[in-house]
């Protein structure tokens, strides 16, 4: 076990965030919910405290503190995705029921946290031995939302 995990702070919606969370990703399940002992901040007595959850076999800790703060681009958490259906079925997951789309693979899931849904060959051409192809797709890496594996490809060959 790692003696490091996250802790992503919740207004009041850990529970429901983790749970979603881990139907997103193999190897992933909830591991623990504490609840409040006694009436406080984070809730009242009886309301989920924290949840502990592993999410793609990386421990996760979600918190109920009481009030939202707004999560940043500082912190975001990476998935990599081994083909476009993987990459389409996890980015209309994350950004359904309000959440938002960036650029270049980043988007605002509903609760407000960061992600980026990476295919795992985003390296391939971004830092392959043809310098101009490798060019041209961060180009087109640069003008996409969603990330686009077969784009990439063809700005990379110059297609």
Known sequence: MSKISPCLWFGGEAEEAANFYVSLLPDSRIEKVQ?????????????????EFTLAGQRFMALNGGMRFEYTHAVSFKIDCADQAEVDRLWDALTANGGQA???GWLRDRFGVYWQIVPTALPKYLGGADGAGAQRAMQALLGMVKIDIEGLRRAYEGA
Do not use: F, M, Q, W
């Open 35 to 51: 609840r409040n002992p006694v009436d406080s901040r984070s809730g009242k007595a009886g309301t989920v405290l924290v949840v």
């Open 102 to 104: 960036e650029g270049c």
